[in-house]
């Protein structure tokens, strides 16, 4: 975590966990209107001449979409198609940020600068350098425009003041994303708290992005799903027209010639047994020995009621019904509000 951003969260009250991630005692479990902390997202920074030519071939996505007014997600796959991490690509100036889990960056930087060869291009862990919050809610919506001029307007959306970003994410409720120097995020904090928002950790984003049907891939899931399994295709976070990246074979065949047979549903369950990434389903009343699918995240809604994301298997999803593990209790699922649409 940024140690000047460390500092201001702490003199407002936050507990800073292991992790690097602020905590707020008191704070509501889903508040209708909240800035969070998001030191649980590092910040990968690509720059030089052939950064967009080298990510071109490493990404799920057109990297060359990406501009100073538009951003996109995107996956890295192994070489059999399956993510082994996502990201939100965004551009400042001639550098390409992947925003993604601190958790994944190691991982991530290895490869990256494993399949960098000659290309003139720089890989860097910029994730201190900068800091990144999210406003959920429009209650902050004023103080925002004053700060930026204006407002992102659609998802992925974005707009500058000076170094820093603010990205419109999808959810039922306006969402922004800020990327940028400590003392702009110290600025933008203190504005939103003034105009009403609670102070909150991670839990309520990743709450957010559940309820978009937004994936995260976390250790725990990496190299598990094929984008379409993840919903990736239907969130624009991958391209069938820009050529080959690792994995595109695959992926393309999943498209084009396969037969989807696993999807991610959202879902939610009671229980006061947390459920955890990468955690196995399983069919209703325990009628198979073998996983019908898993969970992708997992947060809470109020105490003991959580909000999950899973990938599951669409014939026991849309049949007998899923729970946690062999004999746990059974999952509400729906589909997301993008819908699953027809095309495999």
Known sequence: MNQDWQTFLTARGATIAAE???????????????????SHLGLIAVGGPEAVDFLQGQVSNDVREVSETHTQLSSHCSPKGRMLA???????????????????????????????????ATIDDASDALVC??????????????????????????????????????????????VGPAAD??????????????????????????????????PETADA???????????????????????????????YLGKLKRRMYIAEVDTDTPPKPGEVLGAAGGSSGRGRGRVVDARASAPGHWGLLVVAEIA????????????GPMLELRAPAYGFGDAI
Request: hydrophobic share 45%; with cysteine; net charge negative.
């Open 20 to 38: 690097g991630t602020a905590r707020f005692d008191g704070a509501p479990t889903d508040p209708a209107c909240a800035v969070a902390d998001l």
């Open 86 to 120: 996502n990201f939100r690509l965004l551009r400042m100036e001639e550098t390409i940020f992947l925003v993604l889990p601190r958790s994944q960056m190691d991982a991530l930087l290895k490869r990256l600068r494993m399949f960098k060869l000659r290309a003139n």
């Open 133 to 178: 919050c999210g406003i959920v809610g429009g209650c902050a919506d004023a103080a925002l425009a004053e700060r930026f001029g204006s407002l992102p307007q659609g998802d992925n959306d974005m707009v500058r003041a000076g170094d820093a970003a603010l990205i419109r994410v999808a959810g039922s409720v306006p969402r922004y994303l800020f």
């Open 185 to 218: 995020a110290k600025t933008l904090w203190e504005g939103a708290v003034t105009a009403g928002a609670a102070q909150a950790g991670p839990d309520l984003w990743a709450l957010h992005d559940i309820r978009a049907g937004i994936p995260t891939v976390v």
């Open 225 to 255: 799903f094929v984008p379409q399994m993840a919903n990736m295709q239907l969130i624009d976070g991958v391209s069938f027209h820009k050529g080959c990246y690792t994995g595109q074979e695959v992926v393309a065949r999943m498209q």
């Open 316 to 327: 026991a999803a849309e049949g007998e019904g899923l729970q946690l593990g062999a004999d």
